[in-house]
């Protein structure tokens, strides 16, 4: 036969709406370990390109800022062009820190300083980018929360109940009941150590759909009983309440509000006046079967089941406590009873309480406590009192001194704690404080669920009754007289019992009562957790033979909606996954298109006249290094360029073009000395004395651009060459004047001059390139059809 035991592995993978943040923020997608990190490497990825683009922008705007028509430095322009053109931050990081080094004895350009924040800008948005990248799957972490699917969802199987010669539990064999019933006990036993073991937050807890439900805990100084009932000089009792819970935020079933139920427990607890209600040691007779023995009785109400007036009999065999023998057994033994209240059928209580503890609104647990061994200390506490002292013998072997140790005042107490339960509805809200009109009264689990008050009263939807049955059946698996019922049989479920060394316990602090009710409370709450996923994941049952799997649409429903929690798969908030992939791709296309818009942007800025724009924008487009190229090829006499649609500059169709060969004086820079604090701007047209037919020579010398262009006239043909200037003093010129080879006839009158004022020069200019300096050679003779 299949276990359940495997069966919370089968978890719905692919999207889901979890209803904790609704729509859309509560999209969700949940894949297996293997896609989840394909799923997490592809964003990492993602994010890498999506930086890479937004770089663009960020140089693009820096680029744009800075760009002036004012005058500017070297250092400035190799600056705007490393923004321009490099392409990634940490490039753009090294040329920066490379150009600031090789300025950096310029001290009037103060270079670092200058360099810094693009540096520190360029950085930042690197380690922004790479943090991101690699967190980006935190970005995307939806908790560890999955919707279960498993096949073993569903109740007890009446058929394979009746096949077995039964209809329920109760009845059912002794074969099935020892399984059944075993298997139980693990579950309560598991329930207990999840609340030892996860007391604080961790990893290896996180299977209930929340660690831990607190209680709001009260001290009172009433009796929740008839005064007589309860122990007198204490007036004391613990009340524990919930508050509403959700079906949803805290028992994992996944619903819209308008599908939810809240529920609430109250549990008050008390310690009974046993002096009226237990009797003193009195001897029982032997029989055939039994020896003779000594007992006691608890009279709180007659034991139909056990067809005696007592409620519980308590026998030692030795009630002089043989503290002096060492056992294996736990010296804490404790019984419990139940009583339902209100109109629950007799069937399903343990006795019928006396009318100082009948409670018509409340169901009611007895918990009868006794320890056959002593304590180190006395204890004052009024469930675990230990006020007798007595010698203890000890061998003289070991020991010869006679040590005092303390014994119970009483072989048997009673604790008492009154139950009760309550639903909500809400289809508007799911709010915490409950709403009258829409509340069971609190009362015990039989009256809340069928009884005249029950909540179905109420209009409630098919999903509402569902998960109203679901948690009430689970509240009634989770009461204190359950869950101490279940676990006594295994081991005593007292916090007290860690105190127990050797032949003795250690001495209890006066409210370790509270402690243990504490106790039992978050066992109870962690068990209703369980039990309310173990209905869909079908470990409620020993067996799978066990479960009908075949149930209403609103049961099919619950099956499909319930929250569990385990690190065997991966969920991803689908709200921040398309946010992230939306903002990126927005990011990717504007970055890839910021060009091309920008050339549309400049046309249409000059068609209207905008001049300031539309160079900064002009800026961009020089400082690029195919522009740059197209410069370059220029100057060397390839002149027939024009430009794409999308501004990339190409050749004439057929324009074969080569890099010459920058060691022939044809490509030597012309290096000037001339440096002016006034910058002018001349323009002459300078033609050989006597022979002006043999060509012309247009000058310009724009100091402001640091430009020269030389334009020829022959018969050959025409080409432009521009040649920059440097005002830097690594070179040295010789000028030879003449005056009477040369006419130079102005061809605007810029205030500079005019006719007759003549100027020509024969140069020879010494600059460096590479290593050596280079002389460039200069005659009349050449400047028909070359210039340098």
Request: overall charge neutral; some cysteine.
């Amino acid at each position: 036969m299949v276990r359940a035991e495997d069966a919370v592995a089968y978890v719905h993978q692919g999207f889901w709406i979890n209803w904790t943040k609704g729509r859309p923020m509560g999209a969700t997608l949940t894949l297996e370990p293997q896609n989840a990190a394909i799923l997490i490497a592809i964003v990492a990825v993602y994010v890498q390109l999506v930086g890479s683009q937004l770089w663009k922008l960020v140089v693009f705007l820096i680029h744009q800022l800075r760009a002036t028509q004012a005058e500017k430095d070297g250092f400035y322009h190799q600056q705007q062009v490393i923004l321009r053109n490099t392409g990634t931050e940490m490039g753009a990081v090294w040329q920066l820190i490379r150009v600031g080094f090789a300025w950096r004895h310029h001290v009037q350009l103060k270079a670092t300083r200058r360099s810094l924040p693009l540096i520190l800008i360029a950085s930042l948005h690197f380690a922004a980018f790479n943090v991101a990248s690699i967190f980006s799957s935190r970005l995307l972490d939806a908790g560890d929360e999955a919707l279960s699917i498993s096949p073993f969802c569903g109740v007890f199987n009446d058929d394979y109940m009746a096949s077995m010669g039964t209809s329920s539990v109760i009845s059912m064999p002794n074969s099935l009941v020892v399984e059944y019933s075993a298997y139980i006990q693990s579950r309560y036993q598991q329930s207990q150590q999840y609340v030892e073991f996860c007391s604080t937050p961790s990893s290896v807890c996180r299977h209930l759909p929340r660690q831990t439900i607190p209680w709001n805990v009260t001290i009172n100084d009433s009796c929740p009983f008839a005064q007589a009932a309860c122990l007198p000089g204490l007036n004391q009792s613990i009340v524990l309440d919930t508050g509403l819970l959700s079906s949803h935020r805290h028992f994992g079933i996944n619903s819209p509000a308008a599908d939810r139920v809240q529920y609430r427990k109250v549990t008050t607890c008390t310690i009974l006046n046993d002096a009226e209600y237990i009797t003193d040691w009195h001897n029982i007779s032997a029989t055939n079967s039994t020896p003779a023995k000594q007992v006691v009785d608890a009279y709180y109400g007659p034991n139909p089941i056990a067809d005696r007036n007592a409620t519980f009999s308590y026998s030692e065999w030795t009630h002089l406590y043989s503290f002096d023998q060492y056992s294996i057994t736990n010296p804490y033994q404790m019984s419990v009873q139940y009583t339902g209240g209100g109109t629950t059928p007799e069937v399903y209580s343990d006795f019928v309480p006396i009318p100082e503890l009948a409670r018509s609104d409340a169901d009611v647990m007895l918990a009868f406590l006794s320890f056959s061994k002593v304590y180190e200390a006395a204890v004052d506490d009024p469930w675990f009192r230990a006020t007798v002292a007595t010698t203890y013998p000890v061998p003289e072997s070991m020991n010869p001194v006679e040590g005092t140790v303390y014994k119970r005042d009483k072989p048997v107490t009673t604790l008492a704690c009154a139950e009760q339960h309550q639903l909500c509805v809400d289809k508007d809200s799911d709010n915490d404080v409950p709403t009258s009109d829409k509340c069971t009264p609190l009362g015990g689990w039989f009256d809340t669920a069928a009884g005249p008050n029950s909540i179905d009263v109420f209009d409630l939807t098919p999903q509402q009754g569902a998960v109203a049955q679901r948690l009430f059946q689970s509240a009634v698996d989770s009461s204190f007289y359950s869950v101490l019922l279940g676990l006594a049989q295994r081991d005593t479920p007292l916090l007290a019992r860690r105190s127990i060394q050797g032949l003795t316990g250690m001495g209890l602090p006066i409210d370790q009562w509270q402690n243990e009710v504490r106790y039992w409370s978050n066992i109870s709450m962690a068990n209703l957790q369980r039990s309310v996923v173990d209905f869909s994941t079908g470990r409620f049952a020993a067996d799978t033979s066990y479960i009908n799997t075949t149930l209403s649409p609103a049961q099919s429903w619950l099956c499909q909606n319930q929250i569990i929690r385990g690190t065997s798969y991966r969920s991803f908030d689908m709200f921040a996954l398309i946010f992230i992939l939306v903002l990126g791709l927005i990011i990717i296309i504007v970055g890839s298109t910021i060009e091309d818009c920008l050339a549309l942007r400049r046309k249409r800025q000059m068609r209207q006249g905008k001049t300031t724009s539309s160079y900064r924008q002009e800026m961009w487009v020089r400082n690029e290094m195919l522009d740059m190229l197209r410069m370059l090829f220029e100057r060397q006499g390839y002149s027939t360029w024009g430009r794409s649609s999308n501004g990339v500059p190409i050749s004439g169709p057929g324009q074969m073009m080569k890099i010459a060969d920058l060691e022939t004086t044809d490509n030597l820079e012309l290096y000037a000395t001339q440096d002016s604090k006034k910058p002018r701007s001349h323009r002459w047209r300078i033609a050989p004395s006597g022979n002006s037919s043999a060509g012309t020579l247009l000058k310009d010398h724009d100091i402001h651009q640091g430009v020269e262009s030389f334009e020829f006239d022959h018969a050959q043909g025409e080409f432009l060459r521009d040649l920059k200037l440097s005002k830097t003093k690594r070179q040295f010129t010789v000028d030879e004047r003449y005056s009477s080879d040369f006419t130079a006839l102005p061809v605007h009158d810029d205030g500079q001059g005019g006719i007759g004022h003549v100027m020509a020069e024969r140069r020879t200019s010494w600059g460096l390139w590479g290593e050596r300096p280079r002389r460039v050679p200069q005659a009349p003779s050449d400047w028909i059809g070359r210039a340098y």
